[in-house]
């Protein structure tokens, strides 16, 4: 291995959920919107933590279960739902039906709009979006939220399960036609970088929730506050040859 680890890198891959686009800022003010209409006076911030944290069970239990993939936006409802029978909010099918139609809003983070343009305008790396997300959600969100043109949108659908099951991280690079360490993981999540590493992938941190790495050998190459520094990083000669 070189002494550089990420010398050899060509293709950046991008998580989308939480990573570019700001899940907590788009979704927490409608669901306390959503929890008022509905008499609850809970916070839409505090029934995020607990949605957010619901979701993730739901896809790994998804990837357990070994039922069949259900689809990302299938185990939004479905932790969205839970949470709020757990919070005893009343509801109905359709009114979650119509919330739902939130999630065509999401909102990037203005850092990795502004980081993303500059890595897709240096010409120097290959940009992908690899994250769950059903292959049109994720085509229409590329396109119409984020305004970057990626080279790649690879959904997990692709591998029939969720991250960070290892089959999505050999399947894009099957897809790519790379060898896995010539791709860089870029993730807000340290599990993603954790799957992604112990794949044969590098990986970079971008911790923009202050959180610890997982307890792993697999640990990212760096680590990073936003997309600022990640370009900056990336786009070092120091760094990348």
Known sequence: MPSNPIAQVNT???????TVLDLGGSLAGPAGQFLKDHGSDLSGAAFWADWRGRQRIEQY???LFMLGHS????????????CLRMN???????DVAKFMVVYNDLRPYDDAVTGLRRLADSGRFRLVALS????TYLEKLVRDNIGIPFDDVISVEKAGSFKPHPSVYRTAARILGKSPDEILMVAAHSFDITGARACGYRGAYVNRYDLPNEESPYLPDFEVADFHQLADRLLSPADVS
Do not use: H, I, P, W
């Open 12 to 18: 950046l891959a991008f998580d989308m959920f939480g």
């Open 61 to 63: 239990q998804d990837n």
């Open 71 to 82: 689809g990302y936006l299938e185990t939004c409802r479905r932790s969205f739902m839970y």
């Open 88 to 94: 005893k909010v009343d509801f109905t099918y359709d």
């Open 132 to 135: 769950n997300g059903e292959q």
